[in-house]
């Protein structure tokens, strides 16, 4: 028989993923699925078969797809996604910094 702790032990979870706040998530959530919806339904489809197929390596797509794929990302506006979550993420860095200074 071995020791049994009343508590149970912590799996899985590293660390720096619990410290992320619950509303920088769902922040980061709500800007993707902006931009994922401002794609028109046929291209919502085919960017998501493309990236089906490649299994996130673009070896596997044929060089249309992969030009496709590069056109369809840019549509999404990446940057625009950036620019979105910056000033979340400064709240963020800033909350963790005053922290470690123990303010």
Known sequence: MGC????????GVPG????IPWALLLEVAM???????????H??????????????????LSAHERQRLSVLVRKL???????DLLPHARRFALRRATKRRGF
Do not use: C, F, H, Y
């Open 31 to 41: 800007v993707l699925r902006d931009r994922w919806m401002r794609l028109n339904p």
């Open 77 to 83: 506006e990446p940057a625009a996604v950036g620019r």
């Open 16 to 19: 720096s993923v619990k410290a």
């Open 4 to 11: 049994m702790s009343s508590t149970p032990a912590k799996r």
């Open 43 to 60: 291209d919502r489809a085919e960017l998501s078969d493309i990236v089906k197929k490649s299994k996130g390596r673009p070896s596997n």
